[in-house]
């Protein structure tokens, strides 16, 4: 059953490359059926089975391929399927009035799942690294796809940083197989020692990700990327992308490394994610176009993800356990807010032309359903119940009390209004009377899936009870 | 020093001037360059150090073969998109 998560994609990725251009969009939804059905027989599998692993041409560990699905897995590949699917739902009307895009745009979609599926399945360093530039390299195509001097000049910049993070995370790897002489994630998680070669190791990958993670400082390439994108293209990065490396990253810091982690790099790191709050939410704020807002929004919504590391990393296994499952709801919660955001804003913005904030005047009684939608996923971003978002910051926030740590506190709480104050910018101008703008007609498509994905962000504030036991299914490793 | 040792510390040496040129150059191109020598300084290091527990090893020089396929086609990327970008009035050394 396993393989078969990598295989949809990476077929539908070749059949949309060779078959004739009319045929790409034909086979959209067939293979998002397939690939939605394949992840829901594995998390029924996995929830009643327990965990599993899968040797690729029957290859055991260290020399072979081994994939590995356990409860936390399913949830990010059932995640990844369906944002997918409603983004290419979305996308199928909204490419309409872009020809020549929307035939690379489907062959760089299914390869952009492939690899996050192929990422989330791994059980070796080697191949999330792997993953990681497959990932990197469909979504530099799909940033790149309006070839427009803008937005090729922020695909470059995102294929550098994301090519200079892989690297210096393969260098990590390097050391780690010369230390250990495997890669294989459970068997390095028992033989990994605190020495100064996997300090160096744990470093180097650390950085890579970072930067490929975008975390303040090293940000820079997200807004242009994300908010010079075309609307689809920005909620799969930002709801999906991202999250990859993060994933990797806390994989290292918590299980194959975590003997070689300090308490004080752990507090670095949530150091880092204040600053990504703080400085995220002030550009935010300050930036005139409403894209670059959302992705702003995303720079500040990835640094709660850091909060992970001081909650998680040298306190009682009580606290660490809320601030783990705060974090995953807030990955999950985040993703659905998040393209819910970026496909509502995109359907303004192809509405009234561009993307000036000052000219949203009057939206609300042309769209409303994108402007609710809107509304939905900004009070899941900022965290007021009930919404997913809401569940993942009180279980963070519980997390620091139990463990002492007002400092990320005072941080977890302010970032909510920062938030606040940033989205209210557009309810204060899309509500007025005044039409500045010939508001053109779209789609209601458009509105409909963006409206879905910010209803699921708020549903999982009811439900968040689901993930949080299917993740406990772990097969060791991860805590 | 082992034989092992010497790769491994090459490739680190490779490694920071590479990553010094990729930081401190501003043409796209260098860049791209600078990031290819980083890679052979990383696929040295992979190669090289496993050496000191058992001779030479297999595994690695697979990865470094796979690695190597996929900064091939991570320049070959940036080759189209930076032409793409010069030819559409974009600077290559902003």
Known sequence: MIPILLIIPLAFAILSLLLPRKWTRTIVIPGLILQLGAALILCLTIYTEGPQDYALGDWQAPLGISLLADGFTVTLLALTALIAALCAIYALFFLERYNREQFYFWPLFWFLLASLNGIWLAADLFNLYVGLELLGLSAVGMVALTSERPALKAALDYLYAALFGSLAYLAGVALIYGAYGTLAIPQLSEMVAGNITTQVAVALMSVGLLLKTAIFPLHFWLPPAHGGALAPVSALLSALVVKASFYILALIWLDVGALAVTVSAAQLMGALGAGAILWGSWNAFKTPQVKMLVAYSTVAQLGYLMMLFPLAIGVSEAAATMAWQGTILHLLAHAFAKAAMFLSVGTLVLAIGHGRIADLGGVSQHMPMALFAFGLSAVSLMGLPPSGGFNAKWLLLQSAIQSGQWHWFVVIAGGGLLTAAYVFRIFRVSFTETVRHEIQATHPMLQLSALLLAFIAIGLGFASEWPLRLMDLTGGGTP | ?94
Not at chain 2, 49 to 60: E, I, N, S, Y
Not at chain 2, 61 to 84: K, M
């Open chain 2, 1 to 94: 020093m082992g034989v092992d040792l010497w790769y491994a510390l090459v490739g680190a040496v490779i490694i920071a001037l590479s990553v010094f040129a990729f930081i401190s150059a501003r043409h796209l191109m260098k860049k791209l360059l600078a990031f290819n020598m980083m890679g052979s300084g990383v696929f040295l290091i992979m190669v090289g150090l496993p050496q000191h527990q058992h001779g030479v090893d297999a595994v690695p020089q697979a990865l470094v073969l796979t690695g190597i396929v996929v900064a091939v086609s991570a320049t070959a990327l940036a080759l189209v998109i930076l032409r793409r970008y010069v030819r559409s009035g974009g600077d290559p050394a902003p």
